[in-house]
């Protein structure tokens, strides 16, 4: 009886928001008024990004909802809602802080929700999709919206490499994650081996949309190049060139020199290769199978060994780092801005992808925006990497750590060489027409949503 009186208030303001918004007449122009929500940091879903640039290019009008860690360049276009995190209890047993997290969250975005002009469809990224999922679709039901996935990987999938797959939650999220997503109205997802696994298991049809490049993911030229090495010794002494060399009217940085004289940037002779590996610092991704690959790979040229990001594991890492005893690599771990991201994989050498989907079903973007930049890749395999990585085309796939060593070693041990190995693989994604984000999204996307529309 308590626990109904307890719960009164919120079914009268449930009632109050179903009553408003049905005497409230709907706009004209609703159907071209799209909301694209992540329940998370806007900043770390960029395909999500991508969706409301896409929109807004096609004349929709765009609202971006989300955690936003910092402001965008990119949405000038569209209207951006900053939602704060929920409160919810931080002491006590384990099991009633989560649930307590998932009542106000789902509270929230309800409220948020609703507070929004007449949508004709809802974006959704999942995950996270715990409680998003089934609000968005009470909210879409209430103000006869359509609601659309677009799934990126399983959320229970990722608890279950914390919990383990028995676990109880994580099999409570699979029911729910099935329950709901077959409620949507239309569905997206990140490969094909994904839109199979919907259809046969949770009998959900979706359309495939593979992640593309957009277009600042590009090589970057030697100038720019120059100026980003320049600015980044200052904080990370791998970029600085040997105190040893010094040139008269010369700018030097560990990879490029620039004549003060005529401003003309050239590689540096002798320079070190580049190696690249972006990372959320998570269980997914071991970085140890890198760190020993390196530690075996004695007979290497001077190496750089970037990795970027941000994650729950990066001290570990970093400490591991710091114990090792390499002769001839350097490692640094920067956090880039996002405007240098794409000019750092422009300008690196070879990149290194240890990301392992959770469900086997999704690809890492981080290759994606390599293979913009025409990086070649040594990625880790998983079930539906071939649906990126073509092995010996456009990069290789390793399995364990000494399928990598051997790979930097035909790779890089006769770097920087115009006819080895590496540069064969750029020159095929040099030659090989990419397809970008823009005509990706045009061609996979917009139909669907004109459809409705028309």
């Not at 919120?10 to 179903?18: D, K, T, W, Y």
């Not at 609202?63 to 360049?73: E, P, V």
């Amino acid at each position: 009886c308590s626990l109904l009186w307890a719960l009164l208030p919120v079914a009268v303001v449930l009632f109050i928001f179903i009553v408003a918004r049905s005497l409230k007449g709907r706009d004209e122009f609703a159907h071209l008024n799209v909301c694209v929500l992540v329940l998370g940091d806007i900043g770390r879903s960029p395909r999500m990004q991508y969706h409301a640039l896409s929109f807004s290019r096609h004349g929709y009008n765009v609202t971006f909802i989300g955690f936003l860690a910092k402001q965008f360049k990119h949405f000038i276009l569209c209207r951006s809602v900053k939602a704060q995190s929920a409160f919810s209890l931080s002491v006590g047993p384990k099991i009633f802080v989560y649930v307590s997290k998932v009542i106000c969250q789902s509270l929230q975005l309800f409220y948020v929700l609703m507070q929004l002009e007449d949508q004709a469809y809802i974006l959704l990224q999942n995950p996270p999709g715990l409680p998003s999922i089934a609000v968005t679709w009470l909210v879409s039901r209430i103000i006869g919206a359509q609601f659309v996935i677009d799934w990126h990987n399983y959320g229970y999938s990722i608890m279950a490499l914390t919990h383990g797959e028995r676990h109880p939650i994580v099999k409570a999220a699979k029911w729910y994650e099935k329950f709901f997503g077959r409620l949507s109205d239309h569905n997206l997802c990140v490969t094909n081996a994904m839109r199979h696994d919907l259809l046969k298991n949770w009998n959900i049809k979706a359309t495939t949309l593979y992640d593309k490049p957009p277009m600042i993911f590009r090589e970057t030229p030697l100038k720019v190049r120059h100026e980003l090495f320049a600015r980044m010794a200052s904080a990370y002494p791998p970029f600085k060139a040997c105190s040893e060399i010094s040139k008269e009217n010369t700018d030097l940085t560990a990879f490029t020199e620039r004549n003060t004289k005529t401003e003309e940037v050239s590689l540096a002779a002798g320079r070190p290769a580049m190696l690249l590996s972006s990372t959320s610092w998570t269980e997914d991704e071991d970085f140890s199978i890198l760190l020993k690959a390196l530690e075996e790979s004695q007979c290497l040229p001077s190496l750089v060994c970037v990795i970027t990001g941000k994650g729950p594991q990066k001290e570990y890492y970093k400490k591991i780092i710091d114990s090792k005893d390499f002769t001839h690599v350097r490692i640094c771990t920067p956090w880039l801005e996002a405007e240098d991201y794409p000019v750092l994989l422009g300008s690196a050498d070879l990149g290194v992808c240890l990301h392992k989907s959770s469900s086997g079903l999704d690809l890492p973007m981080k290759v994606v925006d390599m293979f913009g930049c025409c990086l070649p890749v040594c990625a880790i395999n998983f079930q539906c990497l071939d649906e990126l990585v073509k092995h010996e085309e456009n990069g290789l796939v390793f399995g364990d750590s000494s399928e990598l060593v051997e790979q930097l070693k035909m790779l890089l041990c006769d770097f920087p060489n115009e006819h080895g190995k590496l540069s064969h693989f750029r020159k095929n994604l040099r030659e090989g027409r990419q397809q970008r984000w823009d005509e990706n999204w045009d061609l996979n996307v917009l139909p669907l949503f004109k459809e409705h529309c028309d």
